[in-house]
């Protein structure tokens, strides 16, 4: 698989649940839906333009052990290892049938709130340069991995017909 994404987290909105005033109980397991998406472009040097998609997935985690540290650096969250990279991120591009598969994978820095409920709930966004594309159809799935090597189940974006200019 080719990396010819360009990355780069825009935001993460972080909702730490003071005592789940609701009496939700999140699992300890992560989990994704999808939310929303929009396409743009932006300006990298004058006249020359990237397209570009922010995408936002909302998630949840019962035990806060979302997201790795600095120091993390050691199997099996080292830069090579299978866990180094924690919210992985897979983009088809499509023409009738998928006809290539592109990783945009990259690690969330640490998010386990201070004090007794770790409990969280948030917004991740990213952004995703897609302008080496190969059609004007792309899905992105994605996945949720924490510290305890729980994987969210995969959750997949409706197919989107990308028609910038």
Same mark, same amino acid.
């Given at each position: 698989?080719?990396?010819?994404f360009k990355?780069?987290?825009?935001?993460?909105?972080?909702?730490?649940l003071?005592g789940?005033?609701?009496?939700n109980?999140?699992?300890d397991?992560?989990?994704? %839906?999808?939310?929303?998406?929009? +396409?743009?472009?932006e300006e990298?040097?004058? /006249?020359?333009?990237? @397209?570009?998609i922010e995408?936002?997935?909302?998630f949840?985690?019962g035990?806060?052990?979302v997201?790795?540290?600095e120091t993390?650096?050691?199997?099996?969250?080292?830069d090579?290892? %299978?866990f180094g990279?924690?919210? +992985?991120?897979?983009i088809?591009?499509?023409? /009738?049938?998928p006809? @290539?598969?592109?990783?945009?994978?990259?690690?969330i820095?640490?998010?386990?709130?201070?004090?007794?409920?770790?409990t969280?709930?948030?917004?991740i966004?990213?952004?995703i340069d897609?302008?080496?594309?190969q059609?004007?159809?792309i899905?992105l799935r994605f996945?949720?991995?924490?510290?305890?090597l729980?994987?969210?189940?995969?959750?997949?974006?409706?197919?989107?017909?990308?028609?910038?200019?």
């Amino acid at each position: 698989m080719r990396n010819y994404f360009k990355s780069s987290v825009f935001v993460i909105i972080l909702l730490a649940l003071g005592g789940c005033p609701n009496g939700n109980r999140f699992s300890d397991i992560p989990f994704l %839906e999808f939310r929303d998406y929009r +396409l743009y472009q932006e300006e990298r040097a004058p /006249g020359i333009f990237a @397209d570009m998609i922010e995408v936002q997935v909302y998630f949840t985690d019962g035990d806060g052990d979302v997201g790795l540290d600095e120091t993390d650096d050691q199997p099996p969250f080292c830069d090579t290892c %299978e866990f180094g990279q924690n919210f +992985l991120v897979d983009i088809y591009s499509f023409n /009738g049938g998928p006809i @290539d598969t592109f990783t945009n994978n990259f690690r969330i820095k640490n998010l386990t709130p201070s004090g007794q409920n770790k409990t969280l709930e948030g917004i991740i966004k990213n952004q995703i340069d897609i302008t080496s594309r190969q059609s004007d159809t792309i899905q992105l799935r994605f996945q949720l991995l924490d510290r305890a090597l729980n994987a969210s189940a995969p959750v997949t974006s409706p197919k989107i017909h990308v028609s910038l200019p």
